[in-house]
């Protein structure tokens, strides 16, 4: 009988191939040397060393539309990615956000959505990090609820002119590329804008206390000129924006389980070598509960996001399915990070531990790509066949 392991206590490493395993490790390792080392320090001072060269790092290791095919990306499968998303988030959320932004928001619109001139032209760069895109669908009054939007693209003679302000952009400062969702007379359509394009401009969002080590930007978007053909052609109306964030949403259902690991062995241990009242506080009761809790949660949510990308990989996924697993794996995550940092007392508030840069970076985590609000009710809609939203559309 195999001895239990502390560290993969339901055995899920039995469920993955062998290149699934040589994968995950790869991406593990590589990351371990060459940006775990900087990644406090990046949060610490709220920027990012040398981003460009950062995501050039990813696309060298094959992260960037990792699960795309064609356009010489790697088009491996949606569990090989969800694997990488882990190591990435078990680094920094603000890690995995720049390859989740990259790869499933502006790679996958493009290769989703839009014509082959666009694929040609964008989605080799991008895929190996010489281009960076983002993805600019919120805006200041404008979150929950995008379908509101007051960016708008109007017709002039042959080309679109854009007008409006994109908020909370992750990679927005550094990229090359923006996918923006305006308004038009036909319906929500989305837009392939170069971000050297006059009109244009990012600022960078100073005074985060979440996603520190993550580009956060304002786009704005004043008389931007653009050739009839930088619509994306394959999509009018939300559900365009809505997929491309189905997609990225899955990839959190995997990545917030690594800033729980990480923080969940961080406190066990602690706990084993930490001493008070002359014995490990990892022998006291409490402290063992907490651990057997954060143990149970993070597996489960591991069994569940391997269980989403087996379906994902053979028959798909519902939308439904993948609130499922956000909105739990998301929340159970936040949960086992606020645990372990109870568990380090003191030191579970310095920067010299994972801890408390997990927990705060999982703030914004809960928040994006679908508040737990509105995954809750996306869940009570499909339970009860009633729409909570408010206003009926
Ligand atoms: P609001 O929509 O104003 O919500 C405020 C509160 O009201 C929430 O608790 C919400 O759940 C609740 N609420 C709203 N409507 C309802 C309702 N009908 N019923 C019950 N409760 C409700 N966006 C992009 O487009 N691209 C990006 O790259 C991107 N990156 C981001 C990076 C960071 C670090 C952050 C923090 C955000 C990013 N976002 C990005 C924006 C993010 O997707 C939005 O913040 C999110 O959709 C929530 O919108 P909001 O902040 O405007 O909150």
Partial sequence: RPAFDRLDPLSLDDLLSAEEIAIRDTVRSVLADRVQPQVAGWFERGEVEKPRELIRTFGELGLLGMHLDGYGLPGLSSVDYGLACVELEAVDSGVRSMVSVQGSLAMFAIWRFGSEEQKQQWLPPMGTGEAVGCFGLTEPDH?????SMRTR??????????????????????????????????GIRGFVVPTDTPGFTANTIKHKMSLRASVTSELVLEGVRLPADAALPDVTGLKGPLSCLTEARYGIVWGALGAARSSYETALEYSRTRQQFGRPIGGFQLTQAKLADMCLELHKGLLLALHLGRRKDSVGLTPEQVSFGKLNNVREALDICRTARTILGANGISLEYPVIRHMNNLESVLTYEGTVEMHALVLGQALTGENAFGAQR
């Fill in 153 to 186: 693209a109007r017709k002039d003679g042959g080309d679109w002119i854009l007008d409006g302000t994109k908020m909370w952009i992750t990679n927005g400062s550094i990229a090359d590329v923006a996918v923006v969702w305006a308004q038009t007379e036909e």
């Fill in 143 to 147: 979150g929950s609820d995008p379908g």
